[in-house]
């Protein structure tokens, strides 16, 4: 399989992570992580991932009632109703055991439709709406979805530093939603470290 990564802007070269007593680069820390990246391209292509997508496509909500949601959904800092639902929903089980089973490397994941709205999150994102945020614009791309690789930086939701790794969810060659996985820095830090020459 052949993961096209996207280059977040002219000056990533410049970016710099500190790690330890060494920098890296955006590319470094891309190809520290590039098997896990693999990962996320593969699950979401999981049936169960691209059915729930296609499931809310097929909903063709409104973009007023998407941006009411998000409203709502930003007012309340707690686990609202509709929060668990999309948790609770098979996808959402499926995301959430994901989560759990490698809490040491993923800090959050969450799954979004073709206008960028939510089909479940674990944990909840501190917004229902992602369409209009570089995570979601970049990979989904118009339709011709891409894998988009975000800089370190804080998580709200998780409270970790993590990079976000945006790809992709397609039907039949089609992009119909995109999702997103962050990657903890912790983990970037530790693979680093055992891959340096001693």
């Not at 973009?63 to 668990?84: C, Q």
């Not at 791309?141 to 990079?163: C, F, M, Q, R």
Request: net charge positive.
């Amino acid at each position: 399989m052949i993961i096209k990564i996207l280059v977040i802007s002219g000056l990533l070269a410049f970016s710099i992570i500190s790690l330890g007593q060494e920098n890296l680069s955006q590319a470094q820390v891309q190809e520290v992580i590039k098997d896990k990246i693999g990962a996320v391209v593969k699950l979401g292509s999981h049936s169960l991932i691209v059915k729930a997508v296609m499931d809310q496509n097929a909903k063709n909500m409104s973009m007023e009632s998407i941006k009411k949601a998000d409203e709502e959904w930003k007012a309340s800092k707690g686990l609202t109703p509709f929060k668990i639902s999309l948790q609770k929903s098979p996808v959402g089980n499926f995301i959430k055991r994901k989560m759990r089973l490698n809490k040491s490397i993923y800090s959050e994941a969450f799954l979004t439709d073709n206008q960028g709205a939510n089909v479940t999150a674990f944990p909840a994102t501190s917004d229902y709406w992602q369409g209009d945020e570089s995570k979601w614009t970049e990979s989904f791309n118009n339709g011709d979805g891409k894998v988009y690789i975000g800089e370190v930086e804080l998580d709200e939701s998780s409270g970790s530093y993590a990079t976000q790794v945006s790809v992709p969810v397609k039907d039949q060659g089609n992009t119909i939603g995109v999702l997103v996985i962050g990657i903890k820095l912790s983990y970037i830090e530790a693979r680093k470290l055992k891959a340096a020459p001693e």
